[in-house]
């Protein structure tokens, strides 16, 4: 694998006390972008879901107590009118310890397989956190690159303005070339308040990811190397993604619990049996108190006969959700093998567009050289030049964009199979390195 060489100057920013790399750009933004704060919350609420389901196979304990001011009049066939009044009061223990309930051990399962879902959104989340930081972080090197190689362009055209007015002044170029360079040069003057405008866009993104914005940013080093994806076989990354991407994994828990609960709904059909043991104690103060204490243990059968349609209706809801739970793992599937695709051809091709772009590069150089030394013997007019110095700055640009499309998509192409980590990150870190302020 031939190095790169990197002939682009990175500009930096203002103050030392504040620079960072990719991997600190990603701690930072790990303790404070507000997106994957979310996501560690949800993961935690996620997790929750496994006791919860649990709950419902353990037995339940409830007291109850209650007071009852009790006003009655009685009054018996030829008797006299009888008024009563008194009260009651009394508390009950209840123990329930569920025997057969279907539809629990389903949701049991469901929970299990709504925290694997759980993590696997958060690991996602992760990873779209790496992604997002990284794309961030390259176009801010991006725009600034724009803007050195923009403001490089305008020091040449203002030299070569300068140059064709003086040899108009002396009578050796005409009054079009004077009128050229001041085009280049007005052109090149509008280019640069958008680039200044696009890098001021691309930092603020990058500051709320971090919530700060870190002035000297680490640019990749001369002798960097890119390597083509391990293995270097599209067919593997493929088949990878289509069992390992997050997309793949979460769907495919969805569609387990959308399968779960067909049999949960259809288990509403299902008796119930529970153990129930009740303890309690009551009183009557009626002329005198009356005391009673009771104790029952025993097992209760509960069998559903007809609710309305209910169970049925959300059995056959229950139906159509795990039919589009698996038309949804198919679509990911198909996704993810499209991902996988998309970035190892990125990868590849990204390369080979480095080779290619580091070879035009020197080509541009030596073409300008050459136009200038032929300006000035009168053999290449004055556009000539201009175009050349455009050209050269172009590829510079061009460069540094293929360069970091490059990198960007070695680490979607990880993302694709669900093996991002930090560990690739520090890979793409390795290959920056801290840059003088110009």
């Known amino acids: 694998m031939k190095k790169i060489a990197w002939l682009l100057a990175f500009p930096l920013f203002a103050s030392p006390l504040s620079a960072a790399d990719l991997m600190q750009a990603y701690q930072e933004a790990r303790d404070n972008d507000p997106v994957f704060a979310a996501a560690r919350a949800t993961v935690e609420a996620g997790r929750e879901k496994a006791p919860q389901g649990r709950a419902g196979l353990l037995p339940s304990l409830s007291l109850s107590g209650n007071t009852v001011w009790n006003d009655s009049e009685v009054e018996p066939q030829g008797g006299t ?16 310890q569920p025997l057969f309930r279907w539809q629990n051990w389903v949701a049991y399962d469901q929970a299990k397989l709504q925290v694997a879902q759980a993590e696997a959104n958060f690991v996602q989340a992760r990873q779209d956190l790496i992604l997002r930081v990284a794309q961030a972080y390259f ?32 009578g050796t170029a005409t009054i079009t070339d004077t009128h050229e360079a001041q085009a280049r040069f007005d052109l090149v003057t509008a280019q640069e308040i958008a680039a200044e405008s696009e890098l001021e866009i691309r930092r603020q993104s990058l500051q709320i990811l971090l919530g700060r914005m ?30 390992d991407a997050l997309p793949v994994q979460i769907q495919l828990a969805q569609a387990e619990i959308a399968a779960r609960e067909v049999d949960k709904q259809r288990a509403g059909h299902y008796p119930t049996v529970d153990i129930v043991a009740n303890r309690g104690k009551a009183k009557t103060f009626n002329n005198t108190a009356i005391d009673s204490e009771y104790s029952n243990i025993g097992l209760q059968l509960n069998i559903p ?3 309305g349609g209910l169970t049925t209706s959300r059995q056959r809801e229950a139906g159509a959700n795990r039919e589009a739970a698996r038309a949804g793992l198919e679509s990911a599937r198909r996704n993810a093998t499209l991902a996988a695709r998309q970035y190892y051809l990125g990868v590849t091709n990204g390369l080979a567009q480095v080779n290619a772009l580091k070879a035009a590069l020197i080509s541009s150089q030596s073409a300008l050289e050459s136009n200038k030394l032929g300006y000035e013997v009168g053999v290449r007019i004055n556009i000539d030049v201009l175009n050349a110095e455009n050209q050269l700055y172009v590829t510079r640009r061009d460069l540094a964009k293929a360069t970091f499309d490059t990198l960007m998509a070695q680490l ?4 694709a199979v669900g093996a991002l980590g930090e560990d690739d990150l520090a890979r793409i870190n390795s290959l920056l390195e801290p840059r003088s302020v110009q």
């Open 81 to 96: 009118r009888v008024k009563n009044q008194y009260n009651t009061n009394g508390y009950q223990l209840t123990l329930s």
């Open 305 to 307: 006969l007809f609710q």
């Open 214 to 243: 870190p002035e000297n940013l680490a640019a990749p080093r001369k002798d960097a190397v890119l390597n083509p994806p391990e293995p270097n076989r599209l067919q593997d990354w493929i088949s990878a993604a289509e069992k």
């Open 139 to 170: 176009d801010v090197l991006y725009a600034s690159e724009n803007l050195s190689a923009v403001r490089a362009n305008k020091e040449a055209t203002a030299q070569q303005l300068e140059l064709a007015k003086k040899t108009f002044e002396v």
């Open 412 to 415: 979607r192409l990880k993302a």
